[in-house]
């Protein structure tokens, strides 16, 4: 089944290049992440980018892995729980992945 197309959106995320870029993500995800809507004009990420992100782990056992938008976002500073697309809360528990950049050809 697919998800409502009011529950994504095009989002900032501020790269270890320098540059911002826009990504299409969950709205509910952005706002945990630190994200601002993008506008229009803004370019997407570029392809053999991978934008940094948190790990943790609900009080069930579920695995999380939320994408922060900037390295001043708050969770990446200092982390702490947030809650995820299906109402888990998660905490973090496995740390932080910073921005990768794949050579492309």
């Known amino acids: 089944m697919s998800e409502p197309l009011d529950k994504y959106g095009r ?3 501020f790269s270890d ?3 911002t870029y826009a990504v299409k993500m969950m709205n509910v995800l952005a706002t945990a ?3 601002d809507v993008a506008g229009s004009g803004v370019p997407d990420l570029p392809s053999g980018y991978e934008m940094r992100y ?3 782990e609900s009080s069930t056992g579920a695995k999380g892995k939320l994408h ?3 390295v001043t976002t708050a969770l990446w500073v200092t982390p702490a729980s947030w809650t995820g697309n299906n109402a888990t809360v998660y905490s973090v528990g496995y740390g932080a992945v910073g921005e990768r950049r794949h050579a492309t050809l």
Do not use: P, R, V
């Open 17 to 19: 290049d320098g540059n």
């Open 54 to 56: 948190i790990l943790g």
């Open 68 to 70: 922060i938008a900037s």
């Open 33 to 35: 992440g630190g994200f």
């Open 11 to 13: 989002h900032l995320y």
